[in-house]
């Protein structure tokens, strides 16, 4: 495969990749608003419930906590906001790999480091702030689908030959 190919490639997957990035760091600003409309969707009075119903309790009930939390004490959205904003800063990080992937093999290696980590957190973190075993699940899902256009771009990079 020639080089400008390759590196269309990379670009591609790792834009990818970045956008993604970048969209669930700022879905975690409107968490409030977004929670209202998945509870009214998916919640307990949703056709879920008969499918699902811990699903659709889960939902419910983590909607519920975090209007009381946020109704009580405001400044607690203050952490969801400082989430989406490192969420912002990594995808920045990835502009470098976009640009000149050679060079900067090793932001992709923090992503694929960073997504293997994800799962022993959420697995031993889930547990011990009560989430239940099937989002604990999902949370996990982010790391293992994540990792996968890393790894590809790696390998990728890597076919491309050392960085001059």
């Given at each position: 495969m020639s080089q400008s190919r390759l590196l269309r490639r990379i670009r591609i997957i790792l834009g990818f990749f970045t956008?993604?990035?970048l969209l669930s760091g700022l879905t975690?600003?409107?968490?409030r608003l977004e929670l209202a409309i998945l509870d009214g969707l998916a919640g307990q009075s949703s056709a879920l419930n008969s499918l699902w119903p811990s699903l659709a309790s889960w939902i419910s009930v983590v909607r519920g906590g975090l209007d009381a939390t946020y109704t009580a004490y405001p400044f607690m959205a203050y952490g969801t906001d400082w989430l989406a904003f490192g969420h912002i800063v990594?995808?920045?990080?990835?502009l470098g790999p976009l640009k000149?992937?050679?060079r900067n093999i090793?932001?992709?290696d923090v992503g694929i480091i960073a997504c293997a980590l994800l799962v022993p957190y959420a697995v031993l973190i889930g547990p011990f702030r009560g989430i239940p075993p099937f989002w604990?699940?999902?949370d996990t899902m982010f790391g293992l689908l994540g990792i996968i256009p890393l790894l590809l771009a790696r390998r990728w990079t890597t076919q491309l030959g050392p960085s001059t």
């Open positions: 956008v993604s990035l975690a600003i409107p968490l990594i995808a920045i990080a990835f000149d992937p050679r090793w932001v992709i604990t699940l999902i």
